[in-house]
Each structure stands twice: as structure tokens, then as C-alpha cells.
């Protein structure tokens, strides 16, 4: 599985869009980039995943580069609520199937 | 949909005792997975289950645990004997399997286990 690298932290004023970025330049081209979110203690949330066109749902849009070396998670209008760790997570289809969580990005929306 | 469900969700034992964690992943999935979060080493792949059958548990870190699922309704981690380093939230996670499409994890609230 492709590796990621993202910022350990970031701040972001409520209200105001939230870009978090990810690299994978080892990304293979059948391999899915996935988001998901960790807030406080509770179980991981899926946000949203891509292949290779940009994508966008009810809680966020991914902006996948066109080399697909990186990508950007926006979170159009941060709330408090949206404090959070979030993962980027690089994954095929086959082979191990693992998902692997790395670090993650630890979101603070500041009031 | 009641999501993943996990029990309990709060343990406390004590040293060489036995711990069973319990997950009902969601009806319709087939495939289960067991992670381990700390502070130390964050959240860390167990095992991982396809239609039933464990399909890799490299990260499964001692002969001391062990994980089953008899069924596709029900499945276990089970520490004997638990040792303080044990301590941490277990989640379980449930997919659907699909090798052509994205495949998306749902994640049961977790069980803080505490070995004193």
C-alpha cells in the first residue's frame, strides 16, 4: 500500500473553507484515496474517497491532482464541530486489501 | 441500521485476567477488522476478516491475542492473559467487499480496555 504524508496539525477560523493536503506520490493507478475523520475519542468517519477525478459530498470536496501524487481535502465552511483528526489513506483493490492508518492531520477550528 | 456494534464498551481488569470484545458488524457486510489506538502508536491494524476468514493478522502482536468470527453476524478479540500494555480503545469496523469498487469502513464507538 502507498504511503502518505500529511501535516501533523493545522488551524483554520470557523466559517472560512479548511484545505488539508495529502501526498502519495507512490500511488498506484488502481489505488483509491480515501478520507476519514477522528473526533475525540469516537470511532473513525468516512468522509470521502476518489480515483482520479475531483469529487464532492454533502460534508466536503477532494481535489485530486492530476498526477495523483497528492491531493486536498476542502471543508467548504469549518465548523467547531469539525475539530478533528483526519487520515488520508491510499488503498487498491487488491492485493492485502490492509487499510492503514497513518498520523492523520489534527484540525483545529478555532471560534 | 444500528451501524457497528461493540461490547462492552468499557473494561477494567486487572493483570492476567482474560478480556473478550465483542463486535456485530453491519448486516450485509463481508468483510471485519480489528484495530487497536493508543497514544503511542495511534491506530493500529489487528487482523482483518473476509467472508469469515482471517485473512491477515500480522498485526495481531502476541500469541496472547487471538480473534475469531464464527459467523458473519458475530465476531471476537480475546486477550488471555491481559497485561497492562494491553490498555487501549479497540475498534471494529465492518465493509462491504467489493475488488471492483471502492470499498468504505464503518466503525463500531469502541472499547476502552484498562489493565491495571
Known amino acids: 500500500d502507498a504511503k502518505t504524508t500529511q501535516p501533523p496539525s493545522m488551524d483554520c477560523a470557523e466559517g472560512r473553507a479548511a484545505n488539508l493536503p495529502c501526498n502519495h506520490s507512490?500511488?498506484?493507478?488502481?489505488?483509491?484515496v480515501y478520507w476519514y475523520r477522528q473526533i475525540h475519542s469516537q470511532g473513525p468517519q468516512y468522509i470521502i474517497h476518489g480515483l482520479k477525478n475531483n469529487e464532492t459530498n454533502e460534508m466536503a470536496s477532494l481535489i485530486i491532482t492530476e498526477d495523483r501524487k497528492s491531493s486536498t481535502l476542502i471543508l467548504p465552511h469549518a465548523t467547531l464541530r469539525d475539530t478533528a483528526v483526519y487520515y488520508c489513506?491510499?488503498?487498491?483493490?487488491?492485493?492485502?486489501?490492509?487499510?492503514?492508518f497513518g498520523t492523520g492531520t489534527r484540525l483545529k477550528v478555532l471560534a | 441500521d444500528a451501524g457497528v456494534i461493540q461490547s462492552p464498551r468499557h473494561e477494567v481488569t486487572e493483570m492476567g485476567q482474560e478480556v473478550t470484545l465483542r463486535c456485530k458488524p453491519i448486516s450485509g457486510h463481508n468483510s471485519l477488522f480489528w484495530y487497536r489506538q493508543t497514544m503511542m502508536r495511534g491506530l493500529e491494524l489487528l487482523i482483518y476478516?473476509?467472508?469469515?476468514?482471517?485473512?491477515?493478522d500480522s498485526g495481531m502482536p502476541e500469541d496472547r491475542f487471538s480473534a475469531k468470527m464464527p459467523n458473519a453476524s458475530f465476531s471476537t478479540l480475546k486477550i488471555q492473559p491481559s497485561e497492562p500494555r494491553d490498555s487501549a480503545v479497540y475498534f471494529c469496523?465492518?465493509?462491504?467487499?467489493?475488488?471492483?469498487?471502492?470499498?468504505?469502513?464503518?466503525f463500531g464507538a469502541g472499547s476502552r480496555l484498562t489493565v491495571l
Open positions: 476478516f473476509n467472508n469469515n476468514v482471517p485473512i491477515d
Open positions: 489513506i491510499v488503498r487498491g483493490l487488491s492485493g492485502t486489501y490492509k487499510y492503514i
Open positions: 507512490t500511488i498506484s493507478g488502481n489505488e483509491y
Open positions: 469496523a465492518s465493509s462491504s467487499y467489493s475488488v471492483s469498487g471502492a470499498n468504505v469502513l464503518t
